[in-house]
């Protein structure tokens, strides 16, 4: 177990590559069957984890879907992998349904917003929200699950689905409320996948179907460590107006040919497997985020520091220039190592809707009148498999396998 830091943070996921590889080697062998059989339990932050927690490194892209999915179709099959596949499948789902739906993001960001305005004016409320995020319910687990949020920046799925239930259906806080507190704790803090999986849990992304945590299911995949008492019996389902339906993705934007400065970003920190085509990788920056750090808390923060020096030097190894940290995303800094690396363009992964892919929309302004394109690309992984993402996750993973094998991943 890692020391506290003087945050009261326990740092438990070390943020480079390296670490990242080493994580996926030794749970690889636990990704067949024993994964499926034991991925519910939730044994607490001490005990063994059955289940990866490579959330971080894949969210932050230290590691790519495309490889944690081969590495576990090469060891167990597709028949043995299955489950572990699936869930890889639902980062990506998730990403795909949000880009075609962005109005789920600012919808989010406005609730919250509302959430936030509603607490200065009701004492009752910001108490309530208080004593929930403090872990002072006195509901058991729930409490436990809130301080250990806060303390490692990390939970079990089956923690978070309860944790969002109890929230929802048992405390009658509002939703956004408890998805902005876990953006702001998370290491893996994903507009994507939190967004969405809140939104599941309160009976909106699946309209009518809600999660109901009960304290037997609680009480079995935690070892009998939380049997609580007083949960809601009933989760009725939130309602809001329907979204928009989703739209379709703009194509590639094209690459002009010629040198290039690679900005990487919190979206993207894999150097190694960003492939740009017709491009002279002339310089590269591992760009923090800035105010995109926001709505990150600190847990996130110190892995984002930490992956973009890691993926500093990466570029480097790969690309044999030279290549930088930028703290924050600001166009003088990006204009300046574009400069010097006599780069005619600025190349950046493309970022999915998020405060990333704001900060770089920002940017396009400055760079373009300094005379350098803002070219971001999609991943052939992003580009096929988000478009498929227009409804449930059963259709998304059914259609799969045919992209996947252009992917060179076969099911
Ligand atoms: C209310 C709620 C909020 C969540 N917020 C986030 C978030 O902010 N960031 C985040 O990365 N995940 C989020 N998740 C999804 C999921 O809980 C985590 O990705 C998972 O627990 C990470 O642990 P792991 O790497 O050990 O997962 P494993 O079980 O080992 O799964 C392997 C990988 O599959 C992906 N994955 C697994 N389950 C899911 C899922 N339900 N949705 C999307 N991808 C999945 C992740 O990339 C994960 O690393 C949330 C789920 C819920 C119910």
Known sequence: MSAVEADGITPVFTATRAEALRRLDAFLPRAGRAYADG????????????VSALSPYLRYRLLVEREVIAAALDLHGPHGADKFVSEVLWRTYFKGWLE???????????????????????????????????????IEGFD???????????????ARMWFASIWIFTLRLPWALGADFFLRHLVDADPASNTLSWRWVAGLQ???KTYLATADNIARY??????????AAEAPSLTEEPLPGPRALPGPEPVPAGRALLLMHPEDFGPESFAPEGTVVAGALAATGGSAHWPWGPAARRFVDAAAEDAAERARARFGCDAAVLDGMDAEGVVAAARAAGARMVLAPHAPVGPVADALAA???????????????????????????TKGFFPFRQHSPAVLAE???RL
Do not use: C
């Open 39 to 50: 991925r519910n339990a939730d044994a607490g932050p001490d005990a063994e984890r059955s």
């Open 100 to 138: 075609l739906r962005p109005a789920a993001w600012s919808r989010f960001l406005a609730e919250r917003d509302a959430g936030r305005d509603a607490m200065a004016r009701s004492g009752g409320l910001a108490r309530a929200v208080a004593a929930a995020e403090e872990g002072r319910t006195g």
């Open 206 to 208: 699946t309209p009518g």
């Open 407 to 409: 992917e060179g991943v």
């Open 144 to 158: 436990d699950w809130a301080r250990e949020l806060v303390a490692y920046g990390y939970l079990h799925n089956h």
């Open 363 to 389: 940017l396009a302004g400055p760079l373009r009148d300094a005379g350098l394109p803002l070219v971001r690309q999609r991943r052939p992984w992003d580009e096929k498999l988000w478009p498929l993402a």
């Open 222 to 231: 935690t070892s009998g460590r939380f049997s609580p008492r007083g949960l």
